[in-house]
């Protein structure tokens, strides 16, 4: 078996994006009616710290690696996390309905990072003998 070259292996990158999908459907249904505005603005706190540390993993091992797309892909995270900052705004304001359409188009653009730039970030890992295992 061939020496890991990384930090962390798929699995942990996999769980990690489990526990962002997860954090934000919680979020959702919190902000939805019924919900719990307590604990949405904890949910949220959780979800804007993971999601900043999962980034910083994310970011350091394409720095790390030289992978070309590298910048672009860090931008897409600052968008990221420009849209759960959105959901944060229109909770305080008391507008949930809007912080919940928000967290239902960040719950999508994170499946759609996931399988497109990360997606590509992986492809291209395999591609230049990086194990990620």
Avoid: K
């Avoid at 459907?25 to 949405?40: C, N």
């Avoid at 590298?70 to 600052?78: G, P, T, V």
């Avoid at 719950?107 to 194990?131: K, P, S, T, Y």
């Amino acid at each position: 078996m061939p020496e890991p070259t990384s930090l962390v292996d798929r699995a942990t990158v996999e769980l990690h994006h489990r526990v962002q999908i997860g954090l934000v459907r919680a979020l959702e249904v919190q902000l939805g009616p019924g919900g719990d505005r307590a604990e949405a603005g904890l949910t949220l706190e959780r979800l804007l710290e993971f999601t900043e540390m999962h980034f910083a993993a994310e970011e350091t091992l394409m720095r790390l690696h030289g992978y070309p797309q590298a910048q672009a892909h860090a931008e897409a995270h600052r968008r990221l996390l420009g849209e759960a900052l959105t959901i944060g705004q229109g909770h305080l304001a008391g507008d949930d309905a809007s912080a919940a359409e928000a967290a239902r188009r960040l719950r999508g653009w994170l499946r759609e990072h996931i399988l497109g730039m990360d997606g590509a970030f992986d492809a291209w890992c395999d591609r230049n003998g990086i194990a990620m295992e």
